[in-house]
């Protein structure tokens, strides 16, 4: 009676010794930058040229332009200027937009750095490809970031925090990758507010060869053994399929790298596992349905 007391005794300090000792997941940041950055066929791009509050090669175009303050910004991602767009209401949409040549075939990525306080973010890219026989398709493709957090009800009724949407501080990604259909030469690339109150701003916007160049930063969860990082991964999903393998590592505290030229039409991830077998993940590019 009394040793089997003592065992159990020994089984529950072993047990908190396994919960203490159990291993932290590293940390992970992904970062994409465009492989061909020179290949960007977009003018003023980095929206540093405007004359007076008007960006230059941007134009702006809704069907009730009183709905809307659309000017150029000083404020500005890396450098100074940016689109800047104020939607009064959400009874209409308006967007910035510029017309690109492309060859068809060409796989191409549109992606730009955004601040929001509300409202709805539409990037909007179209096209008319000619068919053989002289008649014309839509093309099509679009991707939204949505935020609540100009709410009516908030601040005095909701805090902010509460409310979905992206930090109205933060400049975050948006990113679509497409292929040019058969027939199209022109492409108009366009950002605006889709039907939704708010303040946005665009930033370092690129179209250009849908290829990304990813800065990954990793660190070990913790200081034991078991928290080592002892690999680095990047995953295309579905699948997966592992389009990058570091290979076995010696039990790293930390790992940088670049992983250059990925294809950016894939939803790409990072995955980095420690010695115990923990792991995490980090996206490469926002979620392919949407930033909400
Ligand atoms: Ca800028």
């Not at 089984?11 to 950055?37: C, D, G, N, Q, R």
């Not at 290949?39 to 405007?50: F, I, P, Q, R, S």
């Not at 800047?84 to 967007?95: D, Q, V």
């Not at 096209?127 to 053989?132: F, Q, T, V």
Request: aromatic share 8%; proline share 7%; glycine share 10%.
């Amino acid at each position: 009676m009394r040793a089997s007391v003592l065992r159990g005794g020994l089984v529950a300090v072993a047990l908190t010794y396994a919960w203490l000792a159990a291993a932290e997941v590293p940390t992970v940041l992904a970062k994409p930058v465009p492989s061909h950055l020179a290949a960007n066929v977009l003018v003023n791009a980095d929206l540093g040229e405007h004359a007076t509050d008007q960006p230059l090669a941007w134009e702006f175009g809704s069907a009730e332009p009183g709905n809307f303050e659309a000017t150029w910004s000083a404020e500005g991602r890396t450098a100074p200027g940016s689109l800047r767009l104020l939607t009064h209401t959400g009874k209409m949409s308006g967007y910035f937009t510029q017309r690109v040549e492309v060859t068809p075939g060409d796989a191409l990525m549109v992606q730009a750095w955004v601040r929001m306080t509300g409202g709805k973010l539409l990037v909007w890219l179209t096209g008319s490809p000619l068919l053989p026989d002289g008649t014309r398709l839509q093309f099509d493709q679009r991707y939204e970031a949505q935020s609540m957090k100009t709410f009516f009800l908030a601040p005095t009724w909701i805090k902010r925090e509460y409310l979905r949407g992206p930090d109205p501080d933060e400049w975050f990604l948006v990113h679509k990758a497409i292929e040019i259909p058969a027939g199209m030469t022109a492409l108009k690339v366009g950002f605006g507010s889709y039907f939704g109150a708010g303040e946005m701003w665009i930033d370092d916007i690129y179209c250009g060869p849908a290829q990304v160049d990813v800065e990954i930063k990793a660190a070990a969860g913790g200081e034991g053994d078991g928290d080592r990082i002892t690999r680095v991964e990047v995953l295309a999903i579905p699948g997966p399929e592992i389009v990058h393998d570091s290979g076995p590592l010696d039990g790293l505290a930390a790992w940088e790298g670049v992983v250059a030229g990925l294809d950016a039409s894939q939803d790409l991830i990072v995955k980095v596992s420690s010695a115990s077998g923990e792991y995490s993940t980090a996206r490469v590019f926002p979620h392919p349905r949407g930033i909400q």
